[in-house]
């Protein structure tokens, strides 16, 4: 089982290991109402005054979206809190700790409610677990922003000691989506501002990290301008990588048919003016050619 399916399994369903679900020893199902049937109490929910509750500053969200939280918490004024959010207490901070459920937090604050349904975690996470459960609850729920998720996987990577790799697999993810993710680190933060911007797409940005920051920042001005795709970007970057390479491939042989029916093929060109010159210094020694020729 990977760590994402471990992780989802505990958030989704963390009740059980709490111990609640398990049926009780000699309990005796034909005298419980059908809809009650299978259904336990959350002995772990509480109801805790949001002046009790503090949010983790290791939280890999740092950006929540004003218009979304308004939303959420006029649900939660006409409907009420729906989903239970997930704490456990930290002695240090005389308070409890959001593991899941930041953004439902503000906007309980937003909305002035006094008390959160909150499922106390009684065993202490380690760093690398709560950071895998944030992360996944994020990605499961509302995307994180692309700069955000890629300092999540730094900050996942480094807390567990696990490689690029075993971050993907860990999570269920593509290798290379991770890379690309992690490549937007590497970026000048003018560059990451204009992803940041919407400005340049994530994808297109990440082929940035093969240039130096010079011609980085020059040629992200001109997608950003022109909304080059990925691979506009991708075949931009491999001709300042290898230009030798890039003039061969685009390097075609070049036909030429005189006015009494001659062709002259030129290889090795990329442009008409090239070409031109090419064809001159060669018709000046077939010339040449042909007068010692005579003159023999």
């Known amino acids: 089982?990977?760590?994402?399916?471990?992780?989802?399994?505990?958030?989704?369903?963390?009740?059980?290991?709490?111990?609640?679900?398990?049926?009780?020893?000699?309990?005796?199902?034909?005298?419980?109402?059908?809809?009650l049937r299978g259904v336990d109490r959350m002995r772990d929910a509480k109801m805790i005054p949001l002046d009790l509750i503090e949010p983790d500053p290791g939280q890999p969200r740092k950006e929540f979206d004003p218009e979304g939280l308004a939303k959420l918490a006029d649900s939660l004024r006409k409907r009420g809190q729906i989903q239970p959010i997930t704490v456990c207490w930290d002695d240090s901070q005389a308070a409890y700790v959001i593991l899941i459920g930041e953004r439902r937090w503000r906007?309980?604050?937003?909305?002035?409610?006094?008390?959160?349904?909150?499922?106390?975690?009684?065993?202490?996470?380690?760093?690398?677990?709560?950071?895998?459960?944030?992360?996944?609850?994020?990605?499961?729920?509302?995307?994180?922003?692309?700069?955000?998720?890629?300092?999540?996987?730094?900050?996942?990577?480094?807390?567990?000691?696990?490689?690029a790799r075993r971050l993907a697999e860990e999570l269920d993810l593509n290798h290379a989506t991770v890379l690309r993710a992690l490549a937007l680190l590497e970026l000048p933060h003018d560059i990451q501002q204009r992803v940041a911007r919407g400005e340049l797409a994530p994808s297109a940005a990440a082929e940035l990290a093969r240039l130096d920051p010079d011609e980085?920042?020059?040629?992200?001005?001109?997608a950003a301008a022109e909304k080059l795709t990925r691979d506009q970007v991708a075949e931009a970057v491999r001709a300042k990588v290898n230009p030798t390479t890039e003039r061969t491939a685009r390097a075609r042989p070049l036909e030429v048919r005189l006015d009494d029916g001659i062709k002259v093929v030129i290889h090795g060109v990329t442009d008409p003016e090239t070409a031109a010159a090419a064809l001159k210094r060669a018709i000046k020694k077939l010339v040449a050619d042909s007068r010692g020729a005579e003159a023999a």
């Open 216 to 222: 980085a920042k020059v040629l992200a001005e001109r």
């Open 107 to 163: 906007a309980a604050r937003e909305a002035g409610l006094e008390k959160l349904a909150c499922i106390v975690r009684d065993r202490p996470l380690t760093e690398g677990e709560l950071r895998a459960m944030q992360l996944i609850e994020n990605c499961l729920r509302e995307d994180l922003k692309p700069l955000e998720q890629a300092h999540a996987f730094r900050d996942l990577m480094a807390a567990n000691d696990w490689s």
């Open 1 to 35: 089982m990977s760590k994402r399916e471990e992780l989802m399994r505990d958030s989704g369903n963390i009740l059980e290991s709490m111990g609640v679900g398990v049926p009780s020893a000699g309990s005796e199902t034909s005298s419980v109402p059908a809809h």
